[in-house]
């Protein structure tokens, strides 16, 4: 009774908690735990949007990393045109195919692709400019002296002439670039010194580069130096001491102090402003929202009506059983939605598939249970000896079925992670975790709530309620 009570008590309170989860309710609340709101993530089949196949040109020798670095940069990119969910995935050995939920404008995507990606070092003296501010500097300007800064002199005045004119906008400040992206020899992340302090970021010059650079720092220290990404400031650190070896660290102060996330994301940044390889559009495809939001709408029908027969097939052949596995089933959706929710799962229509799927397994191994639970009673034993016995001989085939699923799962989604078959790899997803939340509801909420039965219907007419 005891161990009865604390499933049924852990049962409550995952109900409670995948509630929460589930519905739009607390969502400041959940928003605060988790950093972002909880809304469904859909796909380009249900939501349109776009997909582009790149691949490098013909002929080009490229490497698994290069490819990878190359997707980073293009997923940081594409920040820019508002679409957050916005995927990139190395496709075999020569492909990387881009997913732009609700995006249609070809023209944008191409635009961020090609973007040339120029890194730059600038010296911006006791200017503190903020992330995302854009500057002038003097790199690739024609005729520009190096250390200019925009400053000109004036023509004299001839005899008669006013000085009083019509007056002039003044010009952008321009500012010296000192090194750029293509003097670095490596980069790399270094974890915290000291407790408190963040991750940091060490780079190393080449050896002209670090002349110069060293020279520089020497002559400015206290000063700031911005790392500039296409005229774009992305970080403004402040030389503490001069840098000589060529070997330097970039790293925040305070609230400012990098994470691992942040520290990579620079790395990346630094090392490869631009794209390590050029990209051409080997196709492209739109899927316009309308034909999505269709989709999604006959997908839930055809979902609710197979739910709605699947039911009745279980209340009529099963009775009291097929009612426990209704209320089992209904919590296996609830929290596998919440688990879509909160990883956050893209779903797809490949993706409902496998869910639906799933709730396929859930029911199996709730049938495999009662199957034996009634081939027990006509052998006459007692409903508790039916329940226990049911369950130990259901046990391995649930089991090994289910574990096959799971392994065939694996396979898929390596394959979609490898060839860039997305809709394989969201049908993979869905399919394990609602196998393995199957499993779950099976051992603990199908038993718990099967045991519930044991006492009121010990000695009532099996026949009847168990569909003997």
């Known amino acids: 009774m005891r161990n009865r009570s604390m499933r049924l008590f852990l049962i409550l309170m995952i109900l409670i908690v995948v509630v929460i989860i589930d519905f739009p309710i607390l969502a400041n609340f959940k928003e605060s735990i988790f950093g972002r709101k909880l809304d469904p993530k859909l796909g380009l089949d249900l939501r349109g949007g776009m997909q582009v196949v790149m691949q490098a040109p013909e002929g080009y020798q490229i490497t698994q990393e290069t490819l990878q670095v190359a997707s980073s940069i293009l997923e940081n990119r594409s920040n820019a045109l508002g679409v957050s969910e916005v995927i990139?995935?190395?496709?075999?050995?020569?492909?990387?195919?881009?997913?732009?939920?609700?995006?249609?404008?070809?023209?944008?995507?191409?635009?961020?692709?090609?973007?040339?990606?120029?890194?730059?070092?600038?010296d911006v003296g006791s200017d503190f400019l903020p992330p995302g501010t854009v500057i002038q500097t003097d790199f690739g300007l024609d005729g520009l002296e190096s250390n200019s800064e925009g400053i000109s002199t004036p023509e004299p005045l001839e005899l008669g002439q006013s000085n009083i004119g019509p007056q002039e906008e003044p010009e952008a400040k321009v500012y010296h670039t000192v090194i750029t992206g293509g003097d670095l020899a490596s980069v790399s992340v270094l974890p915290p010194q000291a407790p408190g302090e963040g991750y940091s970021v060490q780079f190393t010059l080449t050896s002209e580069a670090a002349q110069i650079f060293g020279d520089h720092t020497r002559d400015n220290v206290g000063q700031l130096l911005a790392i500039v990404l296409d005229k774009e400031i992305i970080s403004t650190p402040v030389i503490s001491q001069a840098i000589t070896t060529g070997e330097g660290a970039i790293s925040g102060q305070g609230e400012s102090a990098y994470s691992f996330e942040d520290a990579n994301n620079l790395r990346v940044t630094l090392f490869y402003g631009s794209l390590p390889v050029a990209l051409e559009i080997a196709e492209s495809r739109v899927v316009g929202p309308t034909l999505g939001q269709e989709s999604l709408q006959k997908s839930l029908i055809a979902g609710a009506i197979g739910f709605a027969i699947v039911t009745l097939f279980m209340l009529i052949y099963y009775r009291a059983p097929g009612f426990v596995a209704i209320l089992s089933i209904f919590i296996f959706g609830l929290i596998t939605f919440a688990l879509y929710l909160v990883i956050p799962v893209t779903l797809t229509l490949p993706g409902i598939a496998g869910f639906l799927l799933s709730v396929g397994s859930a029911l199996d191994a709730n049938i495999l249970q009662?199957?034996?639970?009634?081939?027990?009673?006509?052998?006459?034993?007692?409903?508790?000896?039916?329940?226990?016995?049911?369950?130990?001989?259901?046990?391995?085939?649930?089991?090994?079925?289910?574990?096959?699923?799971?392994?065939?799962?694996?396979?898929?989604?390596?394959?979609?992670?490898?060839?860039?078959?997305?809709?394989?790899?969201?049908?993979?997803?869905?399919?394990a975790l609602g196998v393995a939340i199957s499993v779950f509801t099976a051992l603990f909420v199908t038993r718990t709530l099967l045991n519930l039965l044991v006492s009121p219907l010990e000695k009532s007419d099996k026949e009847f309620w168990f569909g003997i």
């Open 88 to 122: 990139f995935q190395v496709a075999g050995d020569d492909y990387i195919v881009g997913e732009f939920p609700g995006l249609e404008n070809i023209g944008e995507v191409i635009d961020v692709i090609k973007q040339t990606g120029m890194l730059e070092f600038v």
């Open 370 to 431: 009662f199957e034996r639970l009634k081939e027990e009673l006509r052998h006459g034993r007692t409903l508790v000896q039916a329940v226990d016995l049911g369950w130990r001989r259901a046990w391995p085939s649930i089991r090994d079925s289910n574990l096959a699923t799971i392994i065939t799962s694996g396979i898929l989604f390596w394959f979609g992670s490898n060839f860039g078959a997305t809709i394989v790899k969201g049908f993979a997803l869905t399919l």
